[in-house]
């Protein structure tokens, strides 16, 4: 085992560019899922309408029925949508951005889950009025003895928890792995409520092209889901058999990871990503917490630098060497691919420092780099000297912001003051949600194009 | 923005191609439908002629209301046997008034006849999506094949 102190050496030998290949993000492919998305999205609509004509809506609930038809297949629909928004399927990742993937998955939540109550309400009604009968034993009849139905209620049941549980109110008392673990049984829900849509759905009976298109839409998101979510990683971790090597602390409450492991040089990974990280250790193994590399890796070698914030980070400075590591990722936007310009600016406060050091080993030579680093101490200036270095190396500039908030502000005017040229750059911004949001008011006010501002929002 | 822009028109694209496919086919399925009760009355005629084939009778099932009450509709099946051989299915009797009425007469009741004159029974698989109409059927059906084959 290598001894910890000799890791002091790390950015001297990560000069050589590796032979990585990454792919670069393409507009033009999410584009293409949209318009495939949108598609879809007409074709549910237009399921549920090919079931309505002028006698079926005459008809006692006839109204009710077709109404409730259509919010069932939307709402199913837009369960799968939500279900590829946090698929990690990488073309998408590249182009739009974890944290804005999963803003929109939750922004889509409470809308299936309304949609999906209205279904079941809605049939209910409709059924009941049909057939005379009242709505309460009508439930009961549908639930009772149309096939799939009882599974059905099961999935909309753990549906309706999962959806609950992340309700911000509730999400804020809960432990996030408990709320996880609720999550998780979503996959259940879904599962469980396919066989009463192709079963009892009237746009589907004696309808084979409907039947298998929608079939195929769920083994589609199913495929993806376990793809990109579980084979990937999975092939990764194996390929690349990481080891925690070096635990060590960069400064108060801060730690640097390194893990060894097999060609690290052929990880498609970008300095400014992060890692789901996964300690595979008896208390560790089963949660997964994202950190940004804090350098490219080597051929043998990668690192991160964490801050002791919750349980989970804290507990990373008790790992022990030769803890196994599970991977997940490549993810993160906030890359030298997000630039527009060739002139960049780096702000990172704390321990948002670390993607930014990582981005230094990867931008390119011609690329101009200024960066600003705040911290409301000397010693929380993380990776200051490693920063330095590389800065130094390109003839860029680094400033230093050290005080509380309040007597070294980073506003609009400081910022132009260190950085005159700031409007003619890309601005990098990675630091805590504040923070962030200070200097996107900053930025927005010395006129900056907002494609030339690159953050990443990881408040979830 | 543009992206929107993309999700908005495919939607309304991808509505407007089903819905135009799926009336495309409707107005292509509605002809062929009306015949199949016609046809096989003719080959029986000409069966009986020419073998002497065992009887051909005609059988009324009872009549089934759709669902609890008879609101959805009612159903009275009327099957053609030669011999024991079911060679036809109709209705003698066939009100549909439920939201479905119109999915119902078009896909389900073909399907139905369908399946009748695979199985020879009425132990079918019935339709998914039209319970109640499925099991009005096969009730309806259960009691013609009881008078068939009782005498």
Redesign the interface.
């Known amino acids: 085992m290598i001894p910890v102190t000799q890791k002091r050496t790390y950015t001297v030998y990560q000069a050589r560019r590796p032979r990585r290949s990454v792919a670069r993000p393409r507009p033009s492919a999410v584009d293409l899922c949209a318009a495939l998305a949108g598609l879809g999205f007409g074709v549910a609509i237009a399921l549920g309408l090919t079931t309505v004509s002028a006698s079926s809506l005459a008809a006692p609930g006839g109204l009710l029925t077709a109404l409730g038809r259509i919010a069932g297949l939307v709402g199913t629909y837009l369960l799968l949508i939500a279900l590829l928004f946090v698929g990690r399927v990488p073309a998408v990742e590249r182009v739009i951005g974890q944290d804005r993937l999963v803003r929109w998955h939750r922004r889509l939540g409470p809308w299936i889950v309304i949609l999906l109550i209205a279904h079941v309400v809605l049939i209910t009604l409709g059924y009941a009025k049909g057939v005379k009968t009242g709505t309460l034993h009508e439930f009961t009849v549908l639930v009772g003895s149309f096939p799939g139905m009882l599974a059905a209620t099961v999935g909309l049941g753990l549906l309706l928890v999962a959806g609950v549980t992340s309700y911000s109110l509730a999400r804020r008392r809960l432990k996030y792995e408990t709320w996880w673990a609720v999550h998780l049984y979503t996959y259940l829900a879904v599962a469980l409520a396919f066989s009463h849509q192709l079963a009892t759905g009237v746009p589907f009976s004696g309808q084979p092209w409907a039947r298998t298109y929608w079939t195929a839409l769920w083994l589609l998101t199913a495929g993806l889901v376990l793809v990109y979510r579980c084979g990937l990683p999975l092939a990764r971790s194996l390929r690349h058999r990481l080891v925690v090597v070096a635990v060590r602390e960069e400064g108060p409450g801060v730690i640097s990871i390194v893990c060894r492991g097999r060609r690290l040089d052929r990880l498609p990974v970008l300095g400014g990503q992060f890692f789901q990280w996964r300690f595979l250790t008896r208390g560790m193994w089963w949660q997964a917490h994202p950190y940004s590399l804090s350098a490219l890796p080597t051929a043998t070698h990668l690192r991160i630098t964490v801050k002791a914030l919750g349980d989970h980070s804290a507990s990373l400075s008790r790992l022990r060497l030769g803890t196994r590591v599970a991977i997940e990722g490549p993810y993160g936007v906030m890359t030298r691919h997000a630039r527009d310009t060739d002139h960049v600016l780096l702000v990172g406060a704390g321990v948002g420092a670390t993607p930014l050091r990582a981005m230094l080993d990867d931008l390119p030579s011609q690329v101009d780099v200024a960066v600003i680093l705040r911290a409301s101490n000397a010693h929380e200036l993380v990776l200051r000297d490693e920063i330095a270095e590389l800065v130094g190396r390109r003839g860029g500039r680094l400033h230093e912001i050290i005080g509380p908030r309040s007597l070294a502000p980073l506003d609009a005017r400081a910022l132009h003051r260190l950085v005159p040229d700031i409007a003619r750059r890309d601005l990098y911004i990675c630091g805590p949600q504040g923070f962030t949001r200070g200097l996107l008011r900053a930025a927005r006010s010395l006129g900056m194009p907002k494609r030339r501002v690159h953050y990443e929002d990881f408040a979830f | 923005m ?2 929107t822009a ?14 135009g496919l ?1 009336a495309y086919s409707q107005r292509h399925a509605a002809l062929p439908s009306a015949s199949p009760a016609a046809l096989p009355r003719k080959k029986n005629r000409a069966a009986t002629h020419i073998a002497k084939a065992p009887r051909t009778r005609i059988v009324m099932g009872s009549d089934q209301p759709i ?3 008879s ?2 509709g009612d159903l009275q099946v009327r099957i053609r046997a030669t011999g024991a051989k079911i060679t036809s299915v109709g209705f003698a009797r066939l009100n549909l ?7 119902i007469s078009s ?2 009741i ?2 139905l006849e369908q399946q009748t004159l695979a199985a020879q029974s009425a132990n079918i698989n019935g ?6 109409t499925s099991q009005a059927y096969e009730t309806s059906l259960q009691a013609a094949l009881d008078k068939l084959r009782g005498g």
């Open positions: 543009r992206r993309i999700v908005l028109v495919t939607t309304v694209l991808g509505m407007a191609l089903v819905v799926h669902g609890g009450g609101t959805l008034n439920g939201p479905e009425s119109q999915q896909s389900v073909p399907q339709v998914s999506g039209a319970t109640y």
